[in-house]
């Protein structure tokens, strides 16, 4: 947003810097905010602001975010805002500046935010509010059908009747559900695209790294030849997540780097960060592998289309509510949204003094 810095910058090339500047130049797709028509994130960012911008800064954010292919990646999907922008204002940072000017009187806000004790602070405390026998772990559903208006939900623990369903599980799980009775609603929600992810989770000495890591973290551009996505500093990001002398750094990886064994992806992740952050060759870190088999959903170009789809399909059977991060959303503000709009919806159609269940895995 700031001209000057931006060309001082080093991280593209100088020819990259002044065509990513001259976009307000570049005539917009439609000024008519109706018109608006999906495209990848790829193929709009090189319209609007060059290829170079796309391979160092949008390519390696957006890898950080969704773990995807920014040349198959809805932009309408996940960030509509600049296609309403190019429409309204008929440039991006045109658009942005006059956005800053209005909104430079708001309320302001910490970039990163979490609980004091971690995340499961908020699942333990959603659990003590539920009744007794409420939450039931390590219960897969194998089964879902519908009778006599019920839903029949099948466990390992036998078939429980409720009057309301809402599944959360990935669209590809949640398709082998529903396959059962409606063959074709299978057949959409299995086309739905999913990532796999690993992540590498470091604590160093702060003395055996070189660097001063003096930022949140950092995203890699694909195009540098590194098998890691970017890492996230989380003693600086979160306090007390560290004792002092030492540092906490998660290096995050896609399908490339899910497919090595633990051993492998630990000396990858090392061995790159090493020369990024300066590491002592004698540094011996506490290292911890975490894995995520299909549970990064990619919005692909006519991702909205097909939700749209899904809705009207499941519209069609009372009681069966889909939500989670398949649909509209990877963050965790948006699963909670979508979380809490389908339990409204289920409570509102349900016959009343009977609420309805909720069925995971």
């Not at 975010?65 to 309204?88: C, H, M, N, V």
């Not at 890591?213 to 990001?237: C, N």
Request: hydrophobic share 45%; with cysteine.
């Amino acid at each position: 947003m700031r001209a000057l810095p931006f060309l001082a910058s080093p991280i593209i090339s100088l020819p990259g810097r002044l065509r990513a500047l001259a976009e307000p130049l570049v005539p917009p797709r439609t000024r008519d905010v109706r018109a608006i028509v999906d495209e990848s994130l790829g193929a709009f960012v090189r319209r609007r602001f060059g290829g170079e911008l796309l391979a160092s800064i949008a390519q390696p954010m957006i890898g950080g975010i969704y773990g995807a292919d920014p040349e198959k990646l809805s932009l309408l999907a996940t960030f509509p805002r600049y296609l309403r922008l190019e429409a309204e204002h008929g440039s991006v940072l045109r658009g942005l500046r006059r956005v800053r000017v209005a909104e430079a009187s708001g309320p302001r806000y910490g970039l990163f935010a979490s609980l004091a004790g971690g995340m499961q602070e908020m699942t333990d405390a959603l659990a003590a509010r539920l009744p007794a026998g409420g939450l039931r772990l390590n219960t897969p559903v194998t089964g879902l059908t519908r009778a006599d208006g019920d839903w029949i939900v099948a466990t390992p623990r036998g078939q429980e009747r409720f009057d309301a369903v809402i599944v959360t599980l990935a669209a590809p799980a949640v398709s082998r559900l529903v396959a059962e009775f409606d063959p074709g609603f299978g057949v959409a929600l299995a086309a739905f695209p999913r990532g796999s992810s690993a992540t590498v989770t470091f604590a160093f000495d702060i003395a055996d790294v070189g660097h001063p890591l003096d930022a949140a973290g950092f995203v890699a551009p694909r195009r540098e030849g590194l098998l890691l996505l970017g890492a996230s500093f989380a003693h600086r990001k979160f306090a007390g997540r560290a004792p002092g002398g030492r540092a906490i750094v998660r290096v995050f990886f896609d399908e490339r780097g899910f497919t090595l064994d633990d051993a492998a992806l630990v000396e990858r992740a090392r061995r790159e960060l090493s020369g990024l952050l300066l590491l002592a060759p004698e540094a011996r870190p506490f290292a911890r592998v975490v894995r995520w088999e299909n549970a990064m959903p990619h919005y692909h170009v006519g991702h909205l289309e097909r939700v749209a789809g899904i809705r009207a399909r499941c519209a069609q059977w009372p009681g069966l509510l889909l939500a989670g991060n398949s649909y509209t959303g990877v963050g965790l503000p948006d699963c909670i949204a979508a979380g809490e709009a389908a339990g409204e919806t289920a409570a509102a159609e349900s016959p009343a003094g009977a609420p309805p269940g909720a069925q995971g895995d």
